[in-house]
């Protein structure tokens, strides 16, 4: 079919239009770094090094644009959805969101916004960033992979070359292995008794998919959910939004949307206060520091 021509498929003409459109916004990416690199800007992110590198990689504009742009992808929908999802479970598990803050208090108390050198000794926040993922995958049947040898499951033959799709959710919630309450949001499961993480359990789920073509960004994903709950858990409660006469709003548990390979909650509504009268100041003074 490659070789139609695009006047008669339909389909190719939508992915030649994606390609340009895509190509187009990774491009005005780039270009704003190219821009900050021109005007002596010093700029240390991976698209810097992609272009100040471009004549030793031999690679294309397009080439580079996209290089950055797919990771940009990759990274992008799938983290915000884990804390989206994360959001919904504070609201649904307020014990849960105690407990992480009595971490963060005793960890780091109120005169100082946490850090990445503080998450070493977050285990209950890394607990929470495994459960999140486990229990609500943004993939939930992850990315496709294909049979590299014929190959027989239960009865029924599978030819090499076979597009497969694992169904991520149904292993994160397998009661063999995550026992009868699997489907309950319980970050302590991957804790062992003195509270430290369960070492022998490699990421406790199966959310970033399997073999040579496990998600190469999950190291940097796992320490941006970390640092993000831990912030925003020691700035803020979080609880439900109410209705007339305190009632609270909870959004339910099985209303999510499907986009494509995608699964995030529908948006919802929640009430968010701040812990302590400080906290609104030290936040703006980080950002500051940082920028
Ligand atoms: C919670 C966040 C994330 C989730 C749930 C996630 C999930 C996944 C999954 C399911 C795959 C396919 C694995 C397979 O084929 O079995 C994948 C691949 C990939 N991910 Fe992630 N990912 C996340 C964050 C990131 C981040 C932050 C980056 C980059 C900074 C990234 C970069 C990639 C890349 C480049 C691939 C393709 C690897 C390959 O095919 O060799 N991901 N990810």
Redesign the pocket.
């Known amino acids: 079919m490659k070789h139609l021509p695009s006047r008669i498929a339909k389909w190719k003409r939508l992915g030649e239009y994606w390609f340009d459109r895509d190509t187009k916004m990774f491009q005005g990416l780039l270009g704003k770094v190219r821009d900050d690199i021109s005007n002596g800007i010093d700029n240390t992110t991976m698209g810097a090094t992609f272009i100040k590198q471009q004549d030793r990689s031999g690679l294309s504009d397009t080439k580079i644009a996209w290089l950055g742009g797919?990771?940009f992808a990759?990274?992008s929908d799938?983290?915000s959805i884990?804390l989206s999802w994360w959001l919904f479970a504070m609201l649904m598990y307020p014990d849960v969101q105690r407990r992480a803050q009595a971490e963060l208090d005793a960890v780091v108390g109120h005169d100082r916004v946490p850090a990445f050198s503080d998450l070493q000794h977050f285990p209950f926040i890394h607990a929470m960033v495994k459960e999140t993922?486990r229990w609500r995958?943004?993939?939930p049947l992850?990315?496709a992979?294909a049979t590299t040898e014929d190959d027989w499951d239960e009865g029924m033959f599978i030819p090499k070359g076979t597009i497969c799709f694992a169904n991520v959710k149904a292993c994160n919630h397998d009661a063999a292995v995550y026992g009868k309450d699997a489907a309950r949001f319980d970050p302590a499961r991957h804790l062992v008794v003195d509270g430290m993480i369960n070492a022998s359990n490699g990421e406790g789920h199966v959310?970033?998919?399997?073999?040579r073509?496990?998600?190469?960004?999950?190291h940097?994903?796992n320490d941006?959910?970390a640092i993000a709950m831990a912030v925003m858990l020691w700035a803020m409660n979080i609880h439900p939004a109410q209705a007339e006469h305190e009632v609270d709003i909870l959004p339910k548990e099985d209303e999510f949307l499907n986009m494509q390979l995608i699964q995030r909650p529908r948006s919802f509504k929640c009430n968010i206060v701040p812990r302590f009268p400080e906290v609104l100041d030290m936040l703006a003074a980080e950002r500051d520091r940082q920028n």
Not at 207 to 211: D, K, L, N
Not at 213 to 218: K, L, Q
């Open positions: 797919t990771i990759a990274g799938t983290t884990s993922l995958p943004a993939l992850g990315l992979h959310t970033y998919g399997f073999g073509r496990i998600c190469v960004g999950r940097m994903a941006t959910l």
